[in-house]
C-alpha cells in the first residue's frame, strides 16, 4: 500500500496539471461508467491529500474520492492518448495529460456532507499544515494499544505506512509495543516531528528516505532505510527483531528502542 509522501506527492503533481480544467473522465474499464458521468465536462477546481485518501474537487460540488489500497496505482502521462494498460477504472483527461488510476480499492463520487464524513475520520496528517497533532496525542495517550499499532491507524495519526512505523520509531528510540498510554508529550512530539520531515523527503524525492543524508538510489529500488528489512542495527550492530502487528512486519532494535510498559512517576 502507497505510504502518505506517495499519495501528497499525487496530488501536488496532480493539482498542477489538472486544476482549472474542464476534464473528460470516463472508465474504460466500465466499472465506473456512472461516477464518471457526473464528472466529465466539469471543471476541476482543486487535488488534494487526506492522509492515504485522494480527493479532486470539481466546480459543480462534487469530490472524486480515490483511495488506492494494496492494489491500486496511477499512471500519468502526457497527451497524445493511449490505449489504456489494464483495467484502467478511472481516466482524466486534461488539456495536456492523462492520467488512469488502476484497481483502487475505493473510487467514488462524493457529495458536500460525504466529504466531510470523511474527513473527520481521518486522524490528524503529519503532512497537512491544518493539522493539529493533540488530536492525535489525546487518543494515543487514552489507549492501551501498542504505538506500532496507533500511529499506522488512519483514525489516529494519517500519512505513516508500514515502512516509516519501523524507521521512524527507531530514530525516536521507542519499542513499537510501547502502549500508547505510556507515550509521554515528549516522546510524541519527537515522532510527530520526525515524521513530518521524513515525509516530506518522500515527497520531494518519491522515494522513502530514513538515513540521515543520504540520497536515493538511482536502482529500482530506491529506499534509503535504517532497520526496515535489515538484520543488523546500523548503531549498534545487534541483530533486528522481527515481529507482526496487525499482520504486518514490523522490525526493532530492542537494545536501542527499550520496551516501556508504564510512564514512570517520580515523587
Same mark, same amino acid.
Given at each position: 500500500m502507497p505510504e502518505g509522501h506517495t499519495i501528497h506527492r499525487a496530488a501536488r503533481d496532480h493539482h498542477r496539471i489538472l486544476a482549472g480544467q474542464q476534464l473528460t473522465v470516463s472508465s474504460?474499464? +466500465?466499472r465506473f461508467g456512472a461516477g464518471a458521468s457526473l464528472l466529465t465536462g466539469q471543471l476541476c477546481l482543486a487535488v488534494e491529500a487526506f492522509g492515504k485518501h485522494l480527493l479532486y474537487r470539481f466546480k459543480n460540488g462534487?469530490?472524486?474520492?480515490?483511495?488506492?489500497?494494496?492494489?491500486?496505482?496511477?499512471?500519468k502521462r502526457n497527451l497524445p492518448l493511449v490505449e489504456p494498460r489494464g483495467a484502467v477504472r478511472v481516466r482524466l483527461v486534461s488539456d495536456t495529460h492523462v492520467i488512469d488510476i488502476?484497481?483502487?480499492?475505493i473510487c467514488r463520487v462524493l457529495a458536500g456532507q460525504e466529504v466531510l464524513s470523511l474527513i473527520n475520520r481521518i486522524?490528524?496528517?503529519?503532512?497537512r499544515s491544518d493539522s493539529d497533532p493533540s488530536l492525535a496525542f489525546n487518543r494515543i495517550t487514552k489507549s492501551k494499544a501498542p504505538i506500532g499499532r496507533l500511529i499506522m491507524d488512519q483514525s489516529v495519526m494519517a500519512?505513516? +505506512?508500514n515502512i516509516y512505523r519501523s524507521e521512524i520509531l527507531w530514530r525516536q528510540a521507542v519499542h513499537p509495543k510501547t502502549p500508547g498510554k505510556a507515550i509521554d508529550r515528549q516522546t510524541f512530539d519527537r515522532i510527530w516531528a520526525d515524521a513530518k520531515a521524513l515525509l516530506k523527503i518522500g515527497v520531494k524525492r518519491n522515494a522513502i528516505i530514513t538515513v540521515d543524508g543520504a540520497r536515493p538510489s538511482k536502482s529500482r529500488y530506491r529506499?534509503?532505510?535504517?532497520?526496515?528489512?535489515?538484520?543488523?542495527?546500523p548503531t549498534c550492530k545487534?541483530?533486528?527483531r522481527r515481529f507482526e502487528i496487525n499482520g504486518r512486519r514490523t522490525?526493532?532494535?530492542?537494545?536501542c528502542q527499550p520496551l516501556i510498559m508504564e510512564i514512570p512517576i517520580f515523587k
Amino acid at each position: 500500500m502507497p505510504e502518505g509522501h506517495t499519495i501528497h506527492r499525487a496530488a501536488r503533481d496532480h493539482h498542477r496539471i489538472l486544476a482549472g480544467q474542464q476534464l473528460t473522465v470516463s472508465s474504460p474499464q +466500465g466499472r465506473f461508467g456512472a461516477g464518471a458521468s457526473l464528472l466529465t465536462g466539469q471543471l476541476c477546481l482543486a487535488v488534494e491529500a487526506f492522509g492515504k485518501h485522494l480527493l479532486y474537487r470539481f466546480k459543480n460540488g462534487d469530490v472524486l474520492h480515490i483511495h488506492l489500497g494494496l492494489f491500486g496505482r496511477i499512471q500519468k502521462r502526457n497527451l497524445p492518448l493511449v490505449e489504456p494498460r489494464g483495467a484502467v477504472r478511472v481516466r482524466l483527461v486534461s488539456d495536456t495529460h492523462v492520467i488512469d488510476i488502476n484497481g483502487p480499492t475505493i473510487c467514488r463520487v462524493l457529495a458536500g456532507q460525504e466529504v466531510l464524513s470523511l474527513i473527520n475520520r481521518i486522524g490528524p496528517d503529519v503532512l497537512r499544515s491544518d493539522s493539529d497533532p493533540s488530536l492525535a496525542f489525546n487518543r494515543i495517550t487514552k489507549s492501551k494499544a501498542p504505538i506500532g499499532r496507533l500511529i499506522m491507524d488512519q483514525s489516529v495519526m494519517a500519512g505513516i +505506512g508500514n515502512i516509516y512505523r519501523s524507521e521512524i520509531l527507531w530514530r525516536q528510540a521507542v519499542h513499537p509495543k510501547t502502549p500508547g498510554k505510556a507515550i509521554d508529550r515528549q516522546t510524541f512530539d519527537r515522532i510527530w516531528a520526525d515524521a513530518k520531515a521524513l515525509l516530506k523527503i518522500g515527497v520531494k524525492r518519491n522515494a522513502i528516505i530514513t538515513v540521515d543524508g543520504a540520497r536515493p538510489s538511482k536502482s529500482r529500488y530506491r529506499e534509503r532505510v535504517n532497520i526496515f528489512a535489515k538484520d543488523h542495527c546500523p548503531t549498534c550492530k545487534k541483530a533486528i527483531r522481527r515481529f507482526e502487528i496487525n499482520g504486518r512486519r514490523t522490525f526493532v532494535c530492542e537494545t536501542c528502542q527499550p520496551l516501556i510498559m508504564e510512564i514512570p512517576i517520580f515523587k
